[in-house]
């Protein structure tokens, strides 16, 4: 091990050292308890106005379904002026908890109307990201609460969020 740590550091390599299993998984409960929380108070998505979706392909399947998303909006995707889209899903990281190996953080998911800037809705949801050997973050991650609140809060933010009813 001391040849490999020589060997990386003459090379200019640096190791990276992974947390133990027990900081992964103090992590991992740490956030499963916040989000707990959250969901008790009702604080995981807060909706603030609900509006309807215009019935395109932004937003709906050729069939009517819903695609149960948003495209993304900001600056790095550029949806904003791109026509027909006349909402956005912007998610920024809201709070970091822990800056190092593994990174935990909370997210916010923001559902905006393009015409006003108006926030419609948001969700919250925390990231343990890395913590492998690797650390490749998106391939070893645990995330709360899952997919579906996002879901949720789209379904409760519009209101034909459902062509087929």
């Given at each position: 091990m001391l040849a490999i740590s020589l060997a990386a550091m003459s090379s200019g390599c640096a190791l990276i050292e992974a947390?133990?299993?027990?900081?992964?998984?103090y992590w991992d409960k740490h956030i499963d308890a916040l989000c707990a929380k959250e969901f008790e108070?009702?604080?995981?998505?807060?909706?603030?106005?609900?509006?309807?979706?215009?019935?395109?392909?932004?937003?709906f399947y050729s069939d009517g379904r819903f695609k149960f998303g948003l495209p993304e909006g900001g600056k790095k995707y550029g949806y904003?002026?791109?026509?027909?889209?006349?909402?956005?899903?912007?998610?920024?990281?809201?709070r970091v908890l822990n800056g190092s190996n593994p990174r935990v953080s909370q997210y916010v998911t923001q559902n905006i109307r393009l015409s006003d800037g108006k926030?419609?809705?948001?969700?919250y949801s925390y990231i343990r990201a890395g913590g492998g050997l690797l650390d490749v973050g998106y391939l070893n991650r645990h995330k709360c609460p899952g997919d579906q609140s996002h879901l949720?809060?789209?379904?409760?933010?519009?209101k034909n969020h459902n062509q087929n009813d």
């Open positions: 947390p133990s299993r027990a900081r992964i998984e108070k009702d604080k995981a998505f807060k909706v603030y106005e609900q509006d309807v979706l215009p019935v395109n392909e932004h937003y904003n002026n791109h026509p027909g889209v006349e909402f956005v899903s912007e998610l920024r990281e809201a926030v419609l809705s948001e969700n949720r809060v789209l379904e409760a933010t519009f």
